[in-house]
């Protein structure tokens, strides 16, 4: 649904938006991505700018996820299958958009850049793709991230692979974490309904 939004100006922030005609485009679309820009740049905002991003890009990344589980039929860990060539050539590409950074010799973290957007937006995957698994949620929201550092320039073969390299290597953690902590809730649940209707057969 469209929403209206009317804004009170003085004369000069007026006189300052007029000038938005001078760049070529639609109007009310280059007002949406100045608004955009704002959440991105605002730390009170970030997490919306994220969410409204993963909604914008969600058949990208559905169709990136489907091309990450098809490198999965064939092997549990699809980076054991690749040559050390490809492996330093997706790593080198993570370090150049500064998603991972080296720790002494041949070891590489997660940077403060990959890593604070992932969470973000790892923690509002299950509403905006709903039924998924907790591994599928990983795998979506590191290719996103990918997607924002890199300026959406990553070809959605680079988005796979690298995303592969995260997930193995880094971020599986969080969704094994997410999953037990989701199983666990389901089994109070469940244990809590169990208990009352045993009150209500004793009652």
């Given amino acids: 649904m469209v929403k209206w939004i009317v804004v009170k100006l003085s ?13 070529p485009g639609d109007c009310s679309q280059k007002l949406k991505e100045l608004y955009i820009q704002y959440l991105q740049t605002s730390p009170n905002f970030k997490a919306e700018f994220h969410n409204i991003k993963l909604e914008e890009k969600k058949d990208l990344l559905l169709e990136v ?21 490809k492996f330093n050539k997706i790593r080198d590409e993570l370090v150049q958009v500064n998603a991972i950074q080296q720790m002494g010799v041949g070891n590489f973290i997660p940077t403060q850049a990959f890593k604070k957007p992932w969470l973000s937006a790892f923690n509002k995957t299950s509403k905006i793709f709903p039924g998924m698994d907790e591994f599928s949620q990983a795998g979506i929201t590191s290719a996103y991230v990918l997607t924002y550092l ?17 997930n193995e290597d880094f971020m599986f953690t969080y969704a094994i974490a997410k999953k037990r902590a989701n199983d666990f809730s389901e089994a109070i649940k469940k244990r809590r309904t169990s208990t009352s209707s045993g009150n209500d057969l004793t009652a």
């Fill in 65 to 85: 996820l489907a091309s990450i589980w098809k490198e999965y039929e064939t092997s549990s860990n699809p980076i054991e299958d690749w040559d050390k060539e």
């Fill in 150 to 166: 890199s300026r959406d320039t990553f070809p959605i073969e680079l988005l796979k692979d690298a995303a592969i390299v995260l």
């Fill in 11 to 23: 004369d000069r922030e007026h006189q300052i938006l007029e000038t938005i005609n001078e760049i």
